[in-house]
Nanobody, 123 residues
């Protein structure tokens, strides 16, 4: 497995931007697809996007498409989630997760997880 650590969360006003980072260690990072998920209090974990092992393809749900962008730098063992036009409903703990296959939208398909970083969007 690969170890993951998220950073970059914080408090931002609606309409603002944040960039989350996911730093990896332990294995060859380019062998892992990475997904981003979020979980708000009382809600199920939600898929917010994923990126392939090479970074050549991404997938987003409609709820964030056009606002969120995932990228990765395998030389730095890092994946990024750029979040623009943030809304109060984007408030949640954000997690990155890795799997040693192609990316998937279901959280249970991932076997390595970070500890999460809180994102709070004020109205």
């Amino acid at each position: 497995q690969v170890q993951l650590v998220e950073s970059g969360g914080g408090l931002v006003q609606a309409g603002g931007s944040l960039r989350l980072s996911c730093a990896a260690s332990g294995r060859t990072f380019s062998n892992y697809a990475v997904g981003w998920f979020r979980q708000a209090p009382g809600k199920e974990r939600e898929f917010v996007g994923a990126i392939s092992r090479s970074g050549g393809s991404t997938q987003y749900p409609d709820s964030v498409k056009g606002r969120f962008t995932i990228s990765r730098d395998n030389a730095k063992n890092a994946v990024y989630l750029q979040m623009n036009s943030l809304k109060p409903e984007d408030t949640a703990v954000y997690y990155c997760a890795a799997r040693g296959y192609s990316y998937a939208p279901s959280w249970y398909d991932y076997d390595s997880w970070g500890q999460g970083t809180q994102v709070t969007v004020s109205s």
